[in-house]
């Protein structure tokens, strides 16, 4: 498996085939996504570029082969729209802990034929390698199994465990990642 750290401008380059691949991961869950919403990620995804940290991080069995998956982020900043819901949404003090310094940790997905093999706990890993940030946050959907436990396979922690976003249907998690002052993930033995 090869991972690939990927500036803005490398990720951009491969836009069309990272979107294929999110289509691809979303719509075999029973959160498959409709074509308006794959628009509207492929959008949201051009606007994500310009952050300040942004990178993304994708996997391949080798490095001209299809792409098998990919994870994003960047630091998180006032005035994103994802950011102030959630910020709305909490109680101050988790505000506090959580938004004063973080990195968003935006969208992992991996298709279908290719999970089970380790490559979204890769990609994770990949992703927030040397951040320098104290915390890290994301939103995952609370019937997402096997997204949560990765997730707190890894040491996230729920933030609030019934958010509701304007535009979806059902609850989320939004979850919560101390990364320690090294800009490395926080290792469980530590």
Not at 53 to 78: H, N
Not at 83 to 109: M, N
Not at 134 to 163: E, M, P
Request: aromatic content about 12%; some cysteine; proline content about 4%.
């Amino acid at each position: 498996m090869v991972i690939a750290r990927l500036s803005a401008e490398e990720t951009a380059r491969i836009r069309a085939e990272l979107v294929k691949v999110y289509r691809e991961a979303w719509s075999t869950t029973k959160y498959a996504l409709t074509r308006h919403q794959i628009r509207d990620f492929a959008s949201v995804f051009d606007m994500h570029l310009g952050r300040d940290d942004f990178r993304a991080v994708t996997a391949r069995d080798d490095p001209d082969g299809p792409m098998l998956g990919f994870a994003y982020g960047y630091t998180s900043a006032p005035g994103g729209w994802w950011r102030e819901t959630v910020i709305d949404g909490l109680p101050k003090e988790a505000t506090e802990v959580w938004f004063a310094d973080s990195y968003e940790f935006v969208e992992l997905a991996v298709i279908e034929s290719a999970r089970g093999r380790g490559l979204g706990g890769a990609l994770h890993d990949a992703l927030l390698e040397g951040i320098e940030r104290k915390t890290s946050v994301l939103s995952t959907q609370c019937g997402n199994a096997a997204a949560l436990a990765l997730y707190r396979a890894r040491g996230w922690t729920t933030i609030s465990g019934d958010f509701r976003f304007p535009n979806r249907p059902y609850p989320y998690a939004v979850m919560g990642l101390v990364l320690n002052d090294r800009g490395r993930l926080r290792s469980s033995r530590e």
